[in-house]
């Protein structure tokens, strides 16, 4: 089978630890090309310092995966997406909900592929989690996200800039997880975002939701990057039937009454490329804008709050 000629756009964290590693391995695709504004490069392919130099260079690229902070990813996919390419987007898709709506609509109107990846949605026990839900009812559903900003964002200032998200930006990751397991749709009722004094993006976030879901009384969630020691990426989960369950290690595993029923290493990417393959052998898009609107209703409900200045 011929492998999709595919090109990385900006080869930082994300980019290195997952995309080239998962491209290197893939029968799906193949890395032709890279952009780094740095000039990095990855196992010899040609670095571009620009997409618009690598698409003039290489003109047969098929797709790109963007995987630039998400402030400035609307402006690069509209550019990938008229040069010709189908779009991976890293989450969050993009900074606003009206950009990534554009871009939603700027795909189907040129007949690309555009998909918006939810890389926590793409664990077994994520899909066990669900289906207990839909066979036995929600009561009640609590997320703890709390991590080490210093060691998960080492010195990455946007993350801290106007549309870096904050701690929303691993926070965004439970929302999506959050979206596809719940039976019917949540809304943030209030949330408490507390900000570093010298910092544009909330370091913690404490959000309750009202939902549509029969039966469901109790939803929230609590961010915070100020955890010291292990992360704690979980959400404890009650069902109609009174069972506890509990989905940790990000959504890597799934216990239900203190017994372990999922866990399998995480292949986050390499279930993302599989469907990004199979979207583009159907040349259909896949933009789920469900996380990244509770995001948007937090940030418009939200109470401020104020805490000590952060330094790295
Ligand atoms: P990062 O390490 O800061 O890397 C982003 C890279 O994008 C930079 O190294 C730079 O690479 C490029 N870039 C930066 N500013 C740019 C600009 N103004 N225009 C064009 N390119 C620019 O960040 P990251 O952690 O990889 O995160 C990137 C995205 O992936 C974020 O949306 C994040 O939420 C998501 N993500 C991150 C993780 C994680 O574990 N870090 C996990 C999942 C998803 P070059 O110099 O090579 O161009």
């Keep these: 089978m011929t492998k999709r000629r595919m090109a990385i756009i900006g080869l930082g964290k994300i980019a290195q630890d997952q995309h080239l590693p998962v491209i290197d391995k893939s029968d799906d695709f193949e890395l032709v090309a890279v952009t780094s504004q740095r000039g990095l490069g990855h196992g010899g392919v040609p670095s571009f310092r620009t997409p618009a130099e690598m698409y003039a260079a290489i003109p047969?690229?098929?797709?790109?995966?963007?995987?630039?902070?998400?402030?400035?990813?609307?402006?690069?996919?509209?550019?990938?997406?008229?040069?010709?390419?189908?779009?991976?987007?890293?989450?969050?898709?993009?900074?606003?909900?009206?950009?990534?709506?554009?871009?939603?609509?700027?795909?189907?109107?040129?007949g690309r592929v555009l998909f918006a990846t939810w890389h926590s949605q793409y664990n077994p026990a994520v899909d066990e989690a669900r289906a207990l839900i839909a066979a036995a009812g929600l009561?009640?559903?609590?997320?703890?996200?709390?991590?080490?900003?210093r060691k998960w964002h080492p010195g990455q200032d946007w993350v801290f800039e106007p549309g870096g998200f904050g701690v929303f930006d691993p926070g965004i990751n439970?929302?999506?997880?959050?979206?596809?397991?719940?039976?019917?749709?949540?809304?943030?009722?209030s949330a408490d975002l507390t900000y570093p004094a010298n910092r544009q993006t909330p370091i913690a976030a404490k959000l309750a939701f009202s939902s549509n879901i029969t039966g469901a009384l109790l939803l929230s969630a609590d961010f915070d990057w100020r955890e010291q020691?292990?992360?704690?990426?979980?959400?404890?989960?009650?069902?109609?039937?009174?069972?506890?369950?509990?989905?940790?290690?990000?959504?890597?595993?799934?216990?239900?009454?203190?017994?372990?029923?999922?866990?399998?290493?995480?292949?986050?990417?390499?279930?993302?490329?599989?469907?990004?393959?199979?979207?583009?052998?159907?040349?259909?898009?896949?933009?789920?804008?469900?996380?990244?609107?509770?995001?948007?209703?937090?940030?418009?409900?939200?109470?401020?709050?104020?805490?000590?200045?952060?330094?790295?």
Excluded at 234 to 258: N, Q, Y
């Design 174 to 189: 439970a929302l999506s997880i959050f979206v596809r397991i719940l039976p019917g749709s949540a809304f943030v009722k």
């Design 60 to 110: 047969d690229i098929d797709a790109v995966a963007i995987c630039t902070p998400p402030e400035v990813r609307h402006a690069i996919a509209i550019e990938a997406l008229d040069a010709g390419k189908d779009v991976m987007l890293e989450k969050p898709p993009a900074a606003t909900l009206s950009e990534f709506e554009d871009l939603v609509s700027h795909a189907q109107r040129l």
């Design 139 to 149: 009561r009640s559903l609590r997320i703890e996200w709390r991590e080490d900003v």
């Design 229 to 312: 020691g292990d992360e704690k990426w979980h959400m404890m989960i009650e069902t109609g039937d009174g069972r506890s369950a509990r989905l940790f290690k990000g959504g890597a595993a799934l216990s239900i009454d203190g017994q372990l029923v999922a866990e399998a290493p995480s292949e986050e990417y390499e279930r993302i490329y599989i469907r990004f393959a199979d979207l583009l052998a159907e040349r259909k898009s896949d933009v789920d804008a469900g996380p990244l609107r509770l995001v948007a209703d937090a940030l418009m409900v939200g109470k401020r709050l104020a805490t000590d200045p952060f330094e790295w």
